[in-house]
């Protein structure tokens, strides 16, 4: 049983951002060039040099003050993940016995269907390399027995990583602890994620965080469906001409008078 | 910090005032954490809602610069409510001494307490200084403190406690500070709560507090609460000053400060022509038996270093002759330095791994001072606004004369040696990388010069040239030619440790000359034995680096962790441990014992500040708070320039025309370096309509002081990009202002560009009844790094005042008057 | 060029002009490319395919470039058989209920004219699976112009284009060659045999006939 | 007695050679998979930035920093870092911000020279000892004997280790200065 999981408990985040630097620190990750837009968040979205980052959001308390909510938001790496099925390339998104779904950008071929078939919209396509790229979960570290660059480093334990079983049993104990509002999210959904939260707040209060992500009806019908189709479609157009050609055979012209006038 | 970071989660409740430990300790968050999901209530108090408001089960909003106020409330609180802890405040705290009947409160005395000599204004007295005469404890006829165990004679320091506090209500509190009621309620409950034996509680504190021109009173009332509540001494408890840079710690213990030479002894002073009048003044006495007066040692710590100074190749007196000598009564410091410069006075300056063009208050006349030197040599591992003066923004460098020096040194991995953390913890650390290019660890750089110098003094003579020639300086392997040029912080290590320069019998045992000290207690006045700094005594000792120990393991089961690297003094982790347990040594929380006495044994637990036994043991045993003369922690302080207890007093520049607490509006004895109706760069503008916003300053987690180490990170520039200001929605409106708009800032000393973060997280303050408004900016910005074309000016300290505390002369960075307007500077 | 060939024995004529042959072509090969590459883009298994173009991301291209081929030629195609791919007539329903003679056991259909009522049928279809494949094509290509909704959908669409296209290009080609002996000469040369074009297009045929007079 | 590879940390005291970070020897063996820090010496040292004193690892070979990390044996933080904590790696030698030679900016110049180490080590030695004989008190207006120069200043270090701090401030007080302050007092 070596299946991991990563567990982000947000009450616990300070938003230090070690985690952002630490990722680019082990994956070698070049910095952007940003600007302040009235927040401390940056940058301001996941992109192929950013596999993590806090998300800064102040929302209302409703008694007058403020509450400041840092998510820690990354690639959820599915059980089920819409990437991998729609990845056209063999072999270059795969999953690791740990469960993490990575991108090999050796095999990229840069067609981008991973993005718009994540539910979370996490990979990231690079215009210089022409590659996508996402967390990796630390494949590397996690291989030699060492935990993500991003839990090492943080300090409060607002992610932790581990066994996916514990990680699951925590992350319940943690949000009944907290009460309130406070729930699991990511165990469930996607054949549960191998990166997942205890919120504070409902789902639907954090920016850019689906409520229900899914794999959309679109991508079933094109991989579960219409693909099966299409080569069924194929098979049968070939397998329809050769029966009419041994039941029926060929419509041959019949030649008249007048058409053999060289003979 | 009292007592050390793992500390922090045996904690009960935790107050984090005057600093913002989740953006700049955010490690500590890992050990609150823990004490928090123990279920230790977690208080923020400060002006914005920062990252560690975002994480506390309380929140409270204060006007800057309101902090006695704030804190004040809490004493009475505490005391009208009977939630302090009465054996510890009547056994351990001098709340028993009885005081001068002449000594006067500022209720009585017009805002000031008796004794204060000053000129008197339409705001109160100014450059006042007091006569301490009646703030003096009576004595008893054998000389010890005269004391009323019962607390109730109304000259007692408790009484007279209660007196001045009780001004402190929460209407008066609620007006001055800006909070609303109901939450200073929430939390004067929630902190006092810690006021039971086995409970504890703990401050948090950084430039929150001292940047005040009240820093130091500040500082004072949390103390008084944390005496009250019998929060010293105990695990999870203390005042915990949270220093902002690795080696702060110890380069202050090593004093490169003007007021102290290293083990935070006096810097000589004129009057004190000879050693021996210099211990004469500087070592207190006591008459009490049970006192251990612990500074009564000082003549042997100060002989020590003049050895260490000087070794053998001078005697004590002449050594101690070659120290400077400060004039009586003045201050050297920081403000005065630049005043100084900026007069033309100081020719040459070391500017030696700190950017004061960025860092120092009103940033303006520094860099004004630093065209009018003769030399500047700038050590650094980045380029710098100091360094790069002549060449930033407003400066003419065909006109400015100085000569300046760039040097570049080693990074912190590049080289050997020790650091001191916050909690006094001295690591050590390894060379891990040759520094790049020719850059040289600071200590090479250093010898270089002492050896030049002391060529030059050899050969050509000069001014008192034995100073100079007769230092010692071995720190390294010798070259041919006894030249040294490299530089061993083992040897160093060694010094700061001491050695015994004869051969010592110390109660029936023989220590040969050139054996390294074991601890302090065998430091001798005779010149016997060197050693730099008492503090770090027993820190490299015939049995190795203790800096580099490495043990993980806590027999102690509170975090005390005691054989992992080394802690001053003599390795014990939580300072006033002797006051953690009753009068039989048995500590005062059974479940997180720091120390405890058992008879067989003695003490256990971590080191004691003291080995003596337990208190009923009465003439075998000493009082608690060592560093005392009389032994006991000080409710009521003496000491202090301005005043035995707080008072509150507005910052220099403030948004109120009185202070609503009494007729003195600012501290009476502040160095003021404004004078009415001249023009120059010490302006001030207070209650003034052009300047209608109170302004702080602070750090954020990406980016580290000015910025110099970390502006050239683009990780951590990616992180925050931008010089900004925080304002509240309201501001902004009135202001016109949308977020992510550029805005400047200005006060009446400068102005700033910045991009603005309008949030909800600032809120306007109702202080007395009137809307007023707050920004914050942050000092990490300069003009060097990012975007040096635009050669724009973006430090905060542009804006603030050059007034100092008077106990410190710290500045007051973080309480000003600015305005905010839409659109770019100029 | 005289239409009455008469050297080589049969009478040819030449039923499509040198335009339309070239439109055709390119339309054939880009649509075969892209089955060809779309098919190794849609099946891992069938990585072989890669290996042929040397690479999934030279594959990739080799569908993209295919794809503008496509793009030009098919509105070229859909111009030029434009007229008569849409005209249906009542020959074209009586046509298309007798399944034009290749289903049932009579062959006797009506007389078609250049296009019989199945090319016109395969002439919609191709127009529609043309601008179908296009847009969805390049908003595949080219995600970042537009919206998420239209990239995710795009990518079934794409595939219920092919499940479309794939049988039926097969009995195209199928009818154009081995089901319809002769008929492939109009697409190599134009010219075919006037017994061809009496059985495939008689009513064409003497319109041409009657031209030719 | 088994010498971990730790405790020979201990004992030596001084930095060592090991396989990354991991431990068994099963993960050694995976090791091969992760080029970064496999074989790469590691040697410990403590945060340059705030007071909080973290541990950090920074792992090197051949004299090139490959990677640094929280050290995880450390009491206080074990193993984690924040934002500038794991941000060391860039100001390493990797950084090509570093100033790596003296430099001198000569009186009314608009640039920097690159200099020698004795060049500058030489005029600013001089440069001291002219001002502090030019500046030199024997004794102050009361006819105090004070030994002091007013001339020169020095503000900083809290970023040196202690026996840089303990050497500068005592060439700093041989000198005479008495304008000594750092980061301590703002």
Redesign the interface.
Known sequence: MNEKAMLVDVSNCTGCRGCQVACKSWNALPAEQTRNHGSYQNPQGLSPYTYTLIRFQEVDDGRGGVKWLFRNDKCFHCTDPGCMKACPVPGCIFKTPEGAVVIDPEKCIGCRYCYYTCPFNIPQYDEQTEKMSKCTLCHDRVANGLIPACAKTCPTGAILFGNREDMINKAYSRAQELGGTASVYGDRFLGGTHVMYVLTEPPGVYAKLPENPQISTGLVLWKEVLKPLSIASLIGGIGACFLYYIIKGPKRPEFEEGDKSGE | MTNHWIDLRNSDCIMIMGSNAAENHPISFKWITKAMERGATLISVDPRFTRTSAKADIYAPLRSGTDIAFLGGMVKYILDKNLYFEEYTREYTNASFLINPGFKLPAENCGVFSGLKGTMTREGYINGKYDKTTWSFQKNPDGTPRKDKTLQHPDCVFQLLKKHFSRYSLDMVSDITGTPKDRLEQIYRAYSATGKPEKSGTVMYAMGWTQHTVGVQNIRTMAIIQLLLGNMGVAGGGVNALRGESNVQGSTDHCLLFHILPGYLKAPRASQPTLQSYNEKNTPETSDPMSANWWGNYPKYSASLMRAHYGLNTNLEEAYSYTPKLDDGKNYSWLTIFDEMYKGTIKGFFAWGQNPACSGANAGKIRQGLARLDWLVNVNIFDNETGSFWNGPGMEPKEIETEVFMLPCAASFEKEGSITNSGRWMQWRYKATEPPGEARPDGEIITGLFYRLKALYEEKGGKLPEAVTKLTWDYGFKLPGDKIRSFDAHFVAKEINGYFLKDVQIKGKLYKKGTLVPGFAYLQDDGSTSSVNWLYCNSYTEEGNMAARRDTSDPSGIGLYPRWSWCWPLNRRVLYNRASVDKDGQPWAMKKPVIWWSSETGWNGDVPDGGWKPLSAGSESRYPFIMKPDGYARIFGPGLTDGPFPEHYEPLECPVEKNLMSKQLVNPVIKRWDKEGVPDLDLRATFDSRYPIVCTTYRVSEHWQTGVMTRWQPWLLELQPEMFVEMSHDLADIRGIRNGDKVTVKSVRGEVAAVAIVTSRFKPFQISRNTTHQVGIPWHYGWRQPDPEKKEMRSANLLTPNIGDPNTMIPESKAFMVDVVKGGAK | MNNRAKTSGHELIEVTNTFERLVHWLFAVSCILLFITGFGLMFQTLNMIAGFFGGYYPMKYVHNISGLVFVASGLFAVIVWFKEGTKFTVNDIEWLSRAGGYLWANRIVPESGRFNAGQKLYYLLKSVTWILMSITGLIIWFPFLFSRVMVSNSYWLHALGVAVLAGSVIIHIFLGTFGNPGSVQSMLGGKCTRAWVRLQHGRWLREYDSKQK | MKVSR?SF??IS???ITAG?????L??EK??A??T?ICFA?E??????????????I?Q?RH???V????D??????????????????????H?K??????????????R?EEKS?DW??????????K??????M?R?I?G???????????????????????????????????????????
């Not at chain 4, 990354?20 to 068994?24: F, I, K, Q, V």
């Not at chain 4, 193993?79 to 030698?93: A, D, F, N, R, V």
């Not at chain 4, 030994?147 to 007080?173: H, P, W």
Request: charged share 20%; glycine share 8%; net charge positive.
């Open positions: 730790r940390l201990k005291g001084a930095a990354g970070l991991s431990l068994s099963e993960q995976a090791c998979k992760t970064k010496k040697t410990v040292t403590i945060c340059p930035y705030c007071a909080v004193g973290c541990g950090i920074v090197t004299g090139r920093v990677n640094t990390e929280g995880p044996d450390h009491p206080v933080n074990q193993g984690s870092l924040c934002s500038k904590g794991s941000s060391l790696y860039q100001i390493t030698h950084n911000n570093r100033l790596t030679r003296p430099l001198y900016r000569a009186p009314g110049s608009s920097w180490w500058v080590m030489d005029k600013i030695a001089n440069n001291i000892k001002t502090r004989d030019a500046t030199f024997e102050n009361l105090q004997i004070v030994n002091r120069t007013e001339g020169i200043a020095s503000v900083g270090s809290a970023a040196m280790d202690n026996e840089e701090c303990y050497v500068y401030q005592k060439l700093l007080r041989s000198l005479g200065l008495v304008y000594i302050e750092h980061q301590a007092r703002i």
